[in-house]
Protein backbone atom coordinates (compact mmCIF):
# COMPACT_ATOMS: atom_id res chain seq x y z
CA UNK A 1 0.00 0.00 0.00
CA UNK A 2 1.43 3.21 -0.77
CA UNK A 3 -0.28 6.64 1.03
CA UNK A 4 0.66 9.44 -0.49
CA UNK A 5 0.89 13.19 1.57
CA UNK A 6 1.52 16.89 -0.07
CA UNK A 7 5.60 16.37 0.49
CA UNK A 8 6.36 12.49 0.49
CA UNK A 9 4.89 8.84 -0.34
CA UNK A 10 5.38 6.13 2.48
CA UNK A 11 5.35 2.60 0.31
CA UNK A 12 4.03 -0.15 3.29
CA UNK A 13 4.12 -4.17 2.64
CA UNK A 14 1.50 -6.85 4.71
CA UNK A 15 2.21 -10.35 5.64
CA UNK A 16 -1.48 -10.83 3.90
CA UNK A 17 -3.87 -9.29 1.64
CA UNK A 18 -6.37 -9.87 4.68
CA UNK A 19 -3.98 -7.45 6.77
CA UNK A 20 -3.53 -4.73 4.22
CA UNK A 21 -7.18 -4.63 3.75
CA UNK A 22 -8.05 -4.29 7.13
CA UNK A 23 -5.81 -1.37 7.78
CA UNK A 24 -7.47 -0.16 4.49
CA UNK A 25 -10.72 -0.14 6.07
CA UNK A 26 -9.31 1.76 9.41
CA UNK A 27 -8.03 4.77 7.59
CA UNK A 28 -10.92 4.94 5.38
CA UNK A 29 -13.35 5.12 8.69
CA UNK A 30 -10.87 7.56 10.34
CA UNK A 31 -10.53 9.42 7.32
CA UNK A 32 -13.91 9.85 5.94
CA UNK A 33 -15.29 8.81 2.98
CA UNK A 34 -13.41 11.21 0.46
CA UNK A 35 -11.00 8.88 0.32
CA UNK A 36 -12.64 6.38 -1.26
CA UNK A 37 -11.27 5.25 -4.37
CA UNK A 38 -14.27 5.14 -7.01
CA UNK A 39 -15.26 8.61 -5.73
CA UNK A 40 -11.68 10.07 -5.80
CA UNK A 41 -11.33 8.50 -9.08
CA UNK A 42 -14.58 10.51 -10.33
CA UNK A 43 -13.22 13.28 -8.56
CA UNK A 44 -9.61 13.12 -10.38
CA UNK A 45 -11.45 12.24 -13.53
CA UNK A 46 -13.47 15.73 -13.32
CA UNK A 47 -10.70 17.80 -12.61
CA UNK A 48 -9.38 16.59 -15.31
CA UNK A 49 -12.03 17.45 -17.62
CA UNK A 50 -12.45 20.89 -16.20
CA UNK A 51 -8.57 21.42 -17.00
CA UNK A 52 -7.65 21.56 -13.64
CA UNK A 53 -4.79 19.01 -13.49
CA UNK A 54 -2.53 18.41 -16.11
CA UNK A 55 -2.33 15.12 -18.55
CA UNK A 56 0.73 13.80 -16.32
CA UNK A 57 -1.20 14.29 -12.98
CA UNK A 58 -4.10 12.50 -14.32
CA UNK A 59 -2.08 9.62 -15.51
CA UNK A 60 -0.01 9.43 -12.07
CA UNK A 61 -3.25 9.01 -10.83
CA UNK A 62 -4.28 6.76 -12.99
CA UNK A 63 -1.49 4.43 -12.39
CA UNK A 64 -1.85 5.01 -8.80
CA UNK A 65 -5.62 3.94 -8.65
CA UNK A 66 -4.40 0.73 -10.80
CA UNK A 67 -1.47 -0.42 -8.25
CA UNK A 68 1.44 0.84 -10.47
CA UNK A 69 3.92 3.09 -8.78
CA UNK A 70 7.63 4.74 -8.91
CA UNK A 71 7.94 3.47 -5.22
CA UNK A 72 7.82 -0.71 -5.99
CA UNK A 73 10.80 -1.93 -7.89
CA UNK A 74 9.65 -5.43 -8.11
CA UNK A 75 6.76 -4.66 -11.19
CA UNK A 76 9.87 -3.38 -13.04
CA UNK A 77 12.56 -6.01 -15.01
CA UNK A 78 16.16 -5.69 -14.87
CA UNK A 79 18.40 -7.47 -17.61
Excluded: C, P
Aim: no cysteine; aromatic share 18%.
Amino acid sequence: MEVYTKKKSYFFTFESVQERENIYKVLIERLGKEFDSQKRLEHVMEQWQKKEISNYEYLLFLNEAADRTFSDLTQYLFS
